[in-house]
């Protein structure tokens, strides 16, 4: 089973795929960030610049996650990817309309990725602007980071029914770091729960 964890900047999205993964025990595809990504995406990003570029950029990446996946998948295992194509498509209404078009013709890159189901994480802004005070990252402008939230936010909850097995979920009050958010998510969602690792105290 492949599932998706997608949507604004600063929603925890990285979070909730690792921590679910490390419940399944099956592993995940993340996005990465700064180390990971080609250092001039950070740059035409804050920049607003090279729009058909850094999405090509992120769905060649999604791209390669999504093809490794199938050497990995089986009957029985749950597999978290962040990003999918509804990812590329809601981050079109960053750039301005001449650019449109063109976005477009990128979002072929993910018609053939089809996750089993796609999670879109939603949350108030303050949350955002929390986690990602508390993250501190110095090349994020808590600002901005808002700004780009909201925007972005809204292209996910107006594509989310256009998108087969997609869900959106409030994550307020929610931690991914506590067994009860996590378990929130997979019940809200429909996943199967997974494999508790017996615990003895003797």
Do not use: C
């Amino acid at each position: 089973m492949r599932v998706a964890i997608v949507g604004g900047p600063g929603v925890g999205k990285s979070t909730l795929v690792r921590q679910l993964a490390d419940l399944y025990h099956n592993g995940s595809y993340g996005e990465g960030e700064k180390g990971v990504w080609d250092p001039r995406v950070l740059e035409d990003i804050a920049a607003g610049t090279n729009a058909v570029g850094v999405t090509e950029y992120f769905a060649r990446l999604y791209d390669a996650n999504y093809q490794d996946a199938d050497s990995h998948d089986a009957a029985g295992k749950v597999i978290f990817f962040e990003g999918a194509r509804i990812t590329l498509e809601a981050h079109i209404a960053e750039y301005p309309p001449e650019h449109h078009a063109a976005l477009r013709k990128v979002l072929a890159i993910g018609d053939a990725w089809n996750p089993d189901r796609i999670i879109v994480l939603t949350s108030s802004t303050d949350t955002i602007e929390k986690h990602i005070r508390l993250r501190n990252r110095p090349h994020e402008s808590a600002e901005n980071m808002v700004r780009r939230f909201r925007l972005i936010d809204a292209e996910f909850r107006r594509l989310a029914p256009l998108y087969p097995n997609t869900i959106v979920i409030d994550r307020d009050s929610k931690e991914f770091h506590e067994r009860r958010g996590l378990v929130d998510i997979i019940t809200m969602a429909g996943l199967p729960m997974f494999p508790e690792i017996p615990y003895s105290r003797g």
